[in-house]
């Protein structure tokens, strides 16, 4: 999906096209996903995020939240996340772990690189879309991060 004009509301990051076109309809239907860009894996994310790669020369344009799942091609998850919230610039978007891995060592290390959340993902659509809309309320009308 294509953000579009304006800025980007949500960046999702998923391997799994299911997973993904779930996720993006979820959101649809709850009219948080007008701005939202699927990326499937965490190089691509990368370059997005700092301008880089594929993105080089791309206005520097950060999402309000970052879905990010953990076991990703190219680059995982948590290299992701540990890119992103060492960079100052960066380190007030809120990262959301979406990932299937219920381990406690994955959560641990999640957290402590930054991560704001981290949810597993239920096996059935209608669970999955009650978390993810639930995540992107939380995220995008209540909370509040520096511009």
């Not at 993006?24 to 239907?29: E, V």
């Amino acid at each position: 999906m294509n953000p579009g004009s304006g800025s980007l509301d949500i960046l999702l990051v998923e391997d799994s096209t299911a997973d993904a076109e779930l996720t993006l309809r979820a959101l649809r239907k709850a009219e948080l996903g007008s701005r939202v860009l699927w990326l499937n894996d965490g190089q691509s994310a990368v370059d997005y995020l700092f301008g880089e790669g594929e993105h080089a020369g791309r206005r520097n344009e950060r999402p309000r939240l970052l879905l990010l799942d953990l076991k990703l091609p190219k680059l995982s998850g948590i290299d992701v996340l540990r890119r992103l919230k060492s960079t100052p610039s960066h380190q007030a978007i809120p990262v959301v772990m979406l990932t299937s891995s219920n381990e406690e060592r994955d959560i641990v290390n999640a957290y402590a690189l930054g991560a704001n959340s981290y949810l597993v993902k239920p096996v059935d659509f209608e669970h999955l879309a009650e978390l993810v809309v639930s995540a992107g309320r939380f995220w995008l009308l209540a909370n509040r991060t520096p511009r």
